[in-house]
């Protein structure tokens, strides 16, 4: 098992949609969680952290957490054709700064 | 404030040869991690470095390794280059200290011939 899964997509969705993207992990422990956008030929952008169970939204992005059900997942409201990117979910693991990265859900919103 | 970069941004070696890439954090970011990104493997943690320490290591040869400055500027090496390096090497700073978020460079590109 994996630590972190996310469905790979690509994930399709109309403009001005929600786009509900998913991730779970196996490490009950973790107690850090980030979403990150990455465009096509380019590095990943942190967009959202989480920490604590429950929502946290910023602007048209929310993160939600569960850590008893052990998934995360990033709601995008109002959803662009810019937003159109992979999404890498990750945690922190074993301390410090090593991060465990999903494989990514590929996001595709079309007009 | 300025970004994370990385140097240099693309980089064509031979197989058995070695390279160096170097990383600037974000000012006043002390941590520096180094990540390896491929399309098979996806992003994975090679390691990380705070105050000139490596605190933490990934699943690694020994062939790379890296080092921090007393600026935070931190340097990766990969010796005896293989195929299968071929890669885009990721920098990301964060504080270091009671955070964890990271900022990602642009990467170095690596391909190994």
């Known amino acids: 098992q994996k630590e972190v899964e996310q469905n790979s997509g690509p994930l399709s969705v109309p403009e001005g949609a929600i786009a509900s993207l998913n991730c779970t992990y196996s490490d009950r422990g973790s107690q850090s969680f980030f979403w990150y956008r990455q465009y096509s030929g380019k590095s990943p952008e942190l967009i959202m952290f989480?920490?604590?169970?429950g929502d946290k939204e910023d602007g048209r992005f929310t993160a939600q957490l569960n850590k008893a059900s052990q998934y995360v997942s990033l709601l995008i409201r109002d959803s662009q054709p810019s937003d159109s990117a992979t999404y890498l979910c990750a945690l922190v693991s074993g301390g410090y700064n090593k991060l465990i990265f999903g494989a990514g859900t590929r996001l595709a919103v079309h007009p | 404030k300025a970004g994370v970069t990385q140097t240099p941004r693309y980089l064509i070696k031979t197989r058995g040869q070695q390279v160096t890439l170097s990383c600037s954090p974000i000012s006043g970011h002390r941590s520096v991690s180094w990540y390896q990104q491929t399309p098979g493997q996806g992003l994975q943690f090679l390691f990380e470095y705070f105050s000139e320490t490596q605190r933490n290591k990934g699943n690694f040869p020994g062939r790379f390794s890296g080092r921090q400055f007393s600026n935070s500027r931190s340097e990766m090496n990969v010796s005896t280059l293989e195929l299968g390096d071929s890669a885009l090497y990721l920098c990301?700073?964060?504080?270091?200290?009671?955070?964890?978020?990271?900022?990602f460079g642009p990467g170095t590109r690596l391909t190994v011939t």
């Open positions: 990301a700073s964060s504080v270091g200290a009671g955070t964890y978020e990271q900022y």
């Open positions: 989480i920490y604590s169970n």
